[in-house]
Structure formats: C-alpha cells, structure tokens
C-alpha cells in the first residue's frame, strides 16, 4: 500500500490507520533526526521549527573552526565564512525555484524588506502607491509604512491594503482589482499567516507585470513546506525567514531573492558585504557591488546563525521540497478529516482553504475559547500556536510529524474538550503567544 489520497473520503478513525500510513511513509526516516522535546507532540514547526542532529553538528564545526583558525575560519574553515553565505543560497535556490545566483541568505525578514523596498520602490508622478493586504504579518506593513515616511508619503493615502471578505482570507481578483496605474509595487505574502491560505503566486505576478507593477512575495510560511517557480514565474524579489519550516534555530538568518533581470541593480541600502569578493578588502569608499543576490547584503553575516541552516538544509536536499509537500499535504487534510469527525459538535471552526492548491503547511481551527485550549493541550504535551482573538494553528510537519501524531492531537484535543479541561485556564494570551 502506498500513502492514500485522502481529499475525497472520510479517513477510518482508529489509530492502526494511522499507523499504516507512517509504516508507508517515505520520509518517516528524517523524525530521528530531530531532537523533539520529551514527552511531547511538536505542532509549532510553523512558529519555530526544531532543531535537527545535523543542525547541531553544522554549528558545532564552526564553532570548532573558530576554535582552530581564529580569523583564518574566514578562509580556511570546513565551510569558509566569506562564502557562506552564497553557498546557502544555493542550496536554497531549488527550495524555491531559483538560479543560484538570485538567491542569497543573509539579515532578517524584516531588514530584507527594507532592502527589497529601498531598492524597488521608486514613487514616480502618479505611480506611488504600495498595494499590501489586510491580513499580513504586521512587521510587513511597519516596513512598507517606514519606506512611505522616507519618501515624504502618507500612509494613509498611498497604501493600500486588498480587505478580506470573510476575516480569514483574500481573493486574488479582489487584489488584482487593485492594480490601478497608481501602484507602484506589491507586497504579498505567499501565504497568510493566520489562515494558512497559499495565494496563486504566479497569477497574481502575471497580472502585476501586466499593469508595469513590481511585485513581491513575503515566503515566511511557505519556504520549506511549499515548492515554488520564482524564476519562471517572474517574481521581482522574494524574502523569508528560516527558522520556521527551514530550522534554522531561533533568530536564524534570513534570506532574499531578486530575479536575473534585476542583477546588477544598485542596491537601495548599502553595506560592505554586497561588495564584489574580490574586490571587497580593497577598502574603496567607493562601493562596486556585487551581481548578484549577493549585492543586497549589507553587513557582516551571522556565522553561527548561518551554520544551522547549513545543517537543516543538507536535509532538505536528502528529502526533496516535492515529497514534502506531498506528505505536508496528506498530514494536513488526515487532521482536517479527524477533526471534522471527532471534533465538529465542541464548536471548533476549519478556517484555512479546504482546497490543496490554497493551502499551505498548517491547519487553522477558530474557538471562542482558543486560549485556554491552547493551555490545555500544553498542559497535556502537544505544542501548538494560538493567534488571537480565537485561533489554534497546528502545524504537522513532514519531516518530523507522523500519522499517528496527528490522531494523538486529535485524541487530545477530544478529550480536553469532553472533559472540560480546559476550562481551569483562562481564556487569555501568554505573553508570548
């Protein structure tokens, strides 16, 4: 038997089937891999991915290189810091759909998008307006905001954010709608945080090309858990984070990607490290960028941030981002199809796209009491992540979430809810939620 295709029936209920899925589970071998906390079921890979024996063993080398070398690691290290970063980049390019060379890891989500807006957004006459939509992360608007403050531009009149007809998602016409002659850029993400809805990627960048609009894509939750064709599809520039599907450890390094045709192009925030390599330690107030990806670096890169991913992504290179789609996508619709079953009458609410085309990695489940069953799952070993007011994500990851996971989650989920366990928490936010 091989993994069944599970968007068109009700899945069997007992648990010897979800062993019969993981015993037919190509990827089943990368679990112990993971360091996954004791006694626990980890479903915040969406938030924070875990951490990997590799991983480990990355980060490790170049602590003992720097041991070694001391600043000759620079150089003569296992993996030499001044090229690290491109050579990451590299091997991110296939997750993605990239050439090597557009492809850089390097800063933070958000110090990427300050770049990528420095550089594209050019306000000229009437063409100033940044399109954006009203269910993104919030660190993409301060971004976009702080760029309009730099231009002299209020927000209030020259952003404007797609709204969503029903709180959870958007609709890619209702965007493309708003591709009038006055929109200068367009900054997505690929997939809404919240609800899990993976937006058509390439339609959405036809249609901005079409109008003369330089578009976008904010990756943070579909990097790792969603395979993509940047390159093909004619997306301008790209960023995410890696430590949440790619693992890269808390804080991890960022990263960026900037299409073929824009090569070349003076980076809109300058540092050192965009320099050309070769021509890098000359010292020259006069900065001769790099061409390519590497051109939109601005500082020294975070090494030991760096040899993590280095690590994590060896991997993905081993498990391969179209299997891992396949089997995110079974482990999410097998939580959806138990949910449905042993969950619909305690008022749990399916909020992500039921479609697999719209969906990315995780499962969206709305409450009134999210909070305080979040509480209780912890209280009973299975991590998950709760966005307020009323939503629980869970996020069964490919690489170290099983079938049988997912049923004991669901197992859990039943009895806390028929129980009323969760009722001896209240129904608010930790601090960090």
């Not at 299997?323 to 305690?346: A, C, D, G, N, V």
Request: hydrophobic share 35%; glycine share 8%.
């Amino acid at each position: 038997m091989v993994l069944k295709e599970l968007s068109k029936l009700s899945v069997p209920q007992s648990i010897y089937y979800a062993k019969e899925l993981d015993s037919n589970d190509p990827l089943d071998r990368f679990k112990t891999e993971f360091y996954i906390p004791e006694h626990s079921i980890y479903m915040d890979g969406n938030s924070l991915g875990l951490l990997s024996k590799r991983a480990e063993s990355a980060l490790l080398q170049s602590m003992e290189d720097w041991k070694t070398h001391g600043i000759n690691g620079w150089t003569d290290a296992k993996q030499p810091w001044f090229y690290m970063a491109e050579e990451l980049g590299k091997m991110t390019a296939p997750l993605i759909g990239a050439k090597e060379e557009e492809t850089i890891t390097t800063g933070s989500i958000t110090t990427n998008l300050h770049q990528m807006l420095s550089t594209f957004y050019k306000p000229n006459g009437t063409k100033t307006k940044i399109l954006a939509d009203s269910l993104t992360f919030p660190s993409d608007i301060y971004a976009i905001k702080a760029q309009l403050d730099l231009h002299g531009l209020q927000p209030k009149e020259h952003l404007i954010q797609v709204t969503s007809s029903d709180g959870r998602t958007i609709n890619e016409d209702d965007i493309i709608n708003e591709m009038t002659n006055e929109v200068s850029l367009v900054l997505l993400p690929s997939v809404l945080y919240r609800s899990g809805q993976l937006l058509d990627i390439k339609k959405i960048t036809k249609a901005a090309h079409e109008k003369n609009i330089i578009i976008g894509f904010d990756l943070a939750h579909s990097i790792g858990v969603v395979p993509h064709e940047l390159h093909n599809w004619g997306v301008d520039f790209a960023v995410w984070c890696t430590y949440k599907y790619l693992n890269s450890g808390p804080g991890g390094v960022g990263g960026l990607f900037v299409h073929e045709k824009h090569l070349g192009l003076k980076p809109g925030l300058a540092g050192w490290f965009g320099s050309k390599k070769d021509v890098q330690f000359d010292m020259s107030h006069d900065l001769e960028h790099a061409q390519s990806a590497g051109a939109f670096q601005i500082g020294t890169p975070h090494i030991f941030s760096m040899s993590t991913l280095n690590g994590s992504l060896e991997i993905f290179s081993e498990a391969g981002i179209h299997q891992i789609r396949e089997k995110s996508l079974k482990l999410t619709r097998y939580l959806m199809e138990l949910t449905s079953l042993k969950l619909h009458h305690y008022g749990f609410t399916i909020a992500n796209p039921d479609e697999d085309l719209r969906r990315g990695g995780h499962v969206c489940l709305e409450h009134p009491e999210a909070a305080r069953i979040c509480k209780a799952l912890k209280n009973n070993g299975v991590i998950p992540d709760f966005r307020s007011p009323n939503v629980i994500r869970l996020a069964p990851i490919a690489l170290y979430t099983s079938f049988e996971d997912v049923w004991n989650v669901v197992q859990t989920l039943e009895e806390i809810m028929d129980s009323k366990e969760y009722e001896q928490f209240t129904n608010h936010r930790n601090i960090i939620a």
